[in-house]
């Protein structure tokens, strides 16, 4: 994986966004640290369908579990 300096990002910013579309690349920015990722719109799909299935396996794993907790006390853990 690419890291570039935000300086640099910005500088040849349609070079660098032509890296990732075109060639795949993911690229770090950052200053010092890193910041930021760019990455393809597919990536960014696949990113979203792991999150969505990690949400789904998670949701199904808590109908599994006994016991319920009543909406009340929920608005009360939440502040509500």
Request: hydrophobic content about 40%; overall charge positive; glycine content about 8%.
């Amino acid at each position: 994986m690419t890291v570039l300096p935000v300086s640099k990002a910005r500088a040849q910013f349609a070079d660098t966004m032509n890296r990732v579309v075109y060639a795949g690349e993911r690229i770090i920015i950052g200053r010092g640290k890193r910041r930021v990722a760019m990455v393809s719109l597919s990536d960014l799909a696949l990113i979203e369908r792991l999150e969505n299935d990690l949400d789904a396996k998670g949701a199904a794993r808590a109908r599994q579990e006994k016991g319920s907790v009543s909406w009340d006390d929920t608005k009360k853990e939440l502040g509500l």
